[in-house]
């Protein structure tokens, strides 16, 4: 494995000539994605600046051109009108001045009339490497040039040096503009921060700190935090990490969320009950964004991460890390959160697959499986005699659903568990799975849970095996992604 220096790690990119020819090998490899968002080169990490504006999805992603290294981060630009097609624009937040001299770390978007705001943290260190940590905004004009603003405000000397991810939140009651920032307290808690003004770009003050009843203390940092409205109740989605929970192996790093009620006058989010909700069963998903849906103010779009943090991936050795999950609609039913694969993402299907006839599982393709009762056997790149493969196995007697990775081949980040189980009180009735080149997203009974993972199947794993009393349909799946390089 590759070690990287600093100054490796932390190199400006001064024009796209350096990173062209790492481009056509990244190209090549077998694991490139067909209809998830990816880096051009380097590594991905969370989403960005998520939103909608005069018909066009913006979304970003954490860029780090070199390798697969977390080292100086970007925000890279992508557009869609559909939410399925993706189109590269390049590099759109460059770590240039004092502010984010090592780094434009994550955060949001607000659509305003003419223009985008984004909203970032500046990742500045001092020569002895402290880090400081500025709320900086830049102003997307015609949701194309980006032009910095000053930054907004700088650290807050009250926290440690841990102060991230701003989600810019404007509440149409007070008039009044919220910067929800993740934090940790000089006693090591994670938290929230909250910034508050009448105006976007400028008047920011520190109006406290969130109080969340029951979770003062969770997790050391809580990053990418969030507070959305969605079907009347309020959502805090954040990632508390260092901490272990239950099923999720020796796992530290999560993202969930609390359902409850939420007081902008007293900066007070009261769950409504004890439980922090994991938003992904799956092995890999973390720093997930929403977008607020402009037609329904009952559901938002919910893009995340398929890769956690300190882990790696079978193609670091290939210099590359990293995909977005595919964007899901997200509604609450039963006091849960629901993820369902958008509707246009039907646009894709093209050939039906006849099980009757084949159990070559096609290397990109939707499956969706109607139970009539009873156990599942489900198994995805099996080996030519069936066995083995990704297992996703429902247990009746048990009522739960678990999906198993150690008999793949490649096998990776070991050490946070291969198989996450899930209860299923009412029983397994439908799956829908997304499989990519690399990554498989299953999404059971229409969205009660979801499971995402990468997955590296190799040459003979490309079978697929099912056992029990099920109906299954098949389809290949087109091309949604282009792997154009595209940085100035
Ligand atoms: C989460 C995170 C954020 C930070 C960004 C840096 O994965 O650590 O807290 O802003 O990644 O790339």
């Not at 590269?88 to 502010?99: A, L, S």
């Not at 984010?100 to 984004?118: E, H, Q, T």
């Not at 508050?196 to 700190?209: D, I, K, L, N």
Request: with cysteine; proline share 5%; aromatic share 12%.
């Amino acid at each position: 494995m590759k070690t990287w220096t600093k100054e490796e790690r932390y190199r400006v990119l001064k024009s796209e000539e350096e990173i062209r020819e790492l481009h056509a090998r990244t190209e090549t490899s077998d694991y490139r994605q067909h209809y998830h968002i990816q880096p051009v080169t380097g590594l991905l990490n969370d989403p960005n600046g998520f939103v909608f504006h005069d018909g066009v999805w913006h979304l970003f992603y954490q860029w780090c051109p070199w390798g697969a290294v977390h080292g100086l981060k970007y925000w890279y630009h992508t557009v869609s009108r559909d939410l399925v097609t993706w189109k590269n624009m390049g590099v759109c937040i460059r770590p240039d001045t004092e502010y984010d001299n090592k780094g434009a770390y994550s955060g949001s978007a607000l659509p305003m009339k003419d223009s985008v705001l984004l909203y970032y943290t500046g990742n500045h260190r001092d020569e002895d490497w402290t880090r400081k940590s500025y709320t900086c905004a830049v102003d997307l004009m015609d949701g194309g040039t980006a032009r910095k603003l000053p930054p907004l405000f700088g650290p807050n000397p009250d926290y440690t040096e841990h102060q991230r991810d701003p989600k810019i939140i404007y509440r149409p009651e007070s008039g009044k503009y919220y910067l929800v920032i993740g934090a940790q307290t000089r006693m090591k808690k994670g938290c929230v921060m909250i910034y508050v003004s009448e105006q976007p770009t400028e008047g920011w003050r520190f109006a406290g700190q969130l109080k969340v009843p029951g979770f003062e203390d969770f997790g050391d940092m809580w990053e990418c935090p969030s507070i959305e409205t969605i079907s009347g109740y309020d959502v805090l989605i954040f990632c508390p990490q260092h901490l272990k929970l239950p099923g999720r192996g020796d796992s530290v790093h999560h993202n969930g969320y609390l359902l409850g009620h939420m007081d902008w006058g007293t900066l007070t989010f009261t769950p409504d009950n004890t439980r922090f909700h994991v938003l992904d069963f799956g092995f890999d998903s973390y720093a997930a964004e929403c977008a607020a849906n402009p037609n329904d103010r009952n559901k938002a779009t919910l893009v995340a991460w398929m890769g956690l943090p300190d882990a790696s991936y079978p193609t670091d050795e290939e210099d590359w890390s990293g995909c977005l999950t595919l964007p899901r609609e997200l509604r609450v039913r039963d006091r849960r959160l629901i993820q369902q694969p958008l509707d246009e993402l039907r646009a894709l299907r093209g050939r039906k697959i006849d099980l009757e006839y084949t159990d070559l599982l096609p290397r990109v393709c939707e499956l969706e499986l109607i139970s009539r009762g009873g156990d599942l056997d489900l198994r995805l790149f099996a080996k030519d005699d069936g066995a083995d493969g990704l297992c996703i196995e429902y247990n009746d007697a048990k009522r739960e659903i678990t999906v198993d990775r150690s008999r793949l081949t490649r096998r990776f980040n070991t050490e946070q568990g291969e198989s996450r189980t899930r209860p299923l009180p009412k029983g397994l009735s439908h799956l829908r799975i997304f499989i990519d080149k690399s990554s498989v997203e299953i999404f059971v009974n229409d969205g009660d849970a979801v499971f995402s993972s990468r997955v590296f199947p190799v040459e003979r794993e490309e079978r697929i095996v099912v056992n029990g009393d099920a109906s299954v349909h098949l389809w290949e799946l087109s091309r949604a992604v282009e792997d154009d390089f595209k940085v100035e």
